[in-house]
T-cell receptor, first 113, second 116 residues
Framework: DTAVSQTPKYLVTQMGNDKSIKCEQN?????MYWYKQDSKKFLKIMFS???????INETVPNRFSPKSPDKAHLNLHINSLELGDSAVYFC????????????FGQGTRLTVV | AQSVTQPDIHITVSEGASLELRCNYS??????LFWYVQSPGQGLQLLLK??????LVQGIKGFEAEFKRSQSSFNLRKPSVHWSDAAEYFC??????????????FGKGTKLSVKP
């Protein structure tokens, strides 16, 4: 029973394409996040949502658009993909907005060619 | 500004030897501190966390960490390393904005290699 699940696990696509990564959590948490791990393994917050409301947007290009249809789902849509978008994207969730303890998904390795 | 420093990029230890991974943080308030492990090709797994109370915290897989406020440190230790412990280890501090928002700030990670 996976707590935080992301699909797909791997995504290879060409520059200029638009792609989406899906995330679902079955923990009953209110808050969900997207983190980006770059080629040097550095992890950084991109977005957080609380009960479908955007809370944190950390200087991410507006080609990245998160969407939360309900509090159990947080999808990441990326337009006009660039080579520099290649990274591992992690979805995570936490009990509520004030709780920093996060449970992470397995990650999606995005490769832009 | 909040930050986390892991001074060691790569550490190699022999199987059975003890391990200590260093972590220093910079945060104005009482920190929430975490250690996560990432095995090759895998997601992030929480090893242990410190919120308050006893400064020595026990985690999964035989790991422990000690919070030292005076040194702004939260070092991870294991008395005897197993080959399966080879992975990337991340220290993180949980931050709050305006009393409500929260997210994690990560260190750059320490890669642990284990030699037989």
């Amino acid at each position: 029973d996976t707590a935080v699940s992301q699909t797909p696990k791997y995504l290879v696509t060409q520059m200029g394409n638009d792609k989406s990564i899906k995330c679902e959590q079955n923990l009953g948490h209110d808050t969900m996040y997207w983190y980006k791990q770059d080629s040097k393994k550095f992890l950084k917050i991109m977005f957080s949502y609380n009960n479908k409301e955007l809370i944190i947007n950390e200087t991410v290009p507006n080609r990245f658009s998160p969407k939360s249809p309900d509090k159990a789902h947080l999808n990441l849509h990326i337009n006009s993909l660039e080579l520099g978008d290649s990274a591992v994207y992690f979805c995570a969730s936490s009990q509520d907005i004030g709780d920093p303890e996060a449970f992470f998904g397995q990650g999606t390795r995005l490769t832009v060619v | 500004a909040q930050s986390v420093t892991q001074p060691d990029i790569h550490i190699t230890v022999s199987e059975g030897a003890s391990l200590e991974l260093r972590c220093n943080y910079s945060y104005g308030a009482t920190p929430y501190l975490f250690w996560y492990v990432q095995s090759p090709g895998q997601g992030l797994q929480l090893l242990l966390k410190y919120f308050s109370g006893d400064t020595l915290v026990q985690g999964i897989k035989g790991f422990e960490a000690e919070f030292k406020r005076s040194q702004s440190s939260f070092n991870l230790r294991k008395p005897s390393v197993h080959w399966s412990d080879a992975a990337e280890y991340f220290c993180a501090v949980g931050v709050r904005y305006g009393g409500s928002q929260g997210n994690l700030i990560f260190g750059k990670g320490t890669k642990l290699s284990v030699k037989p």
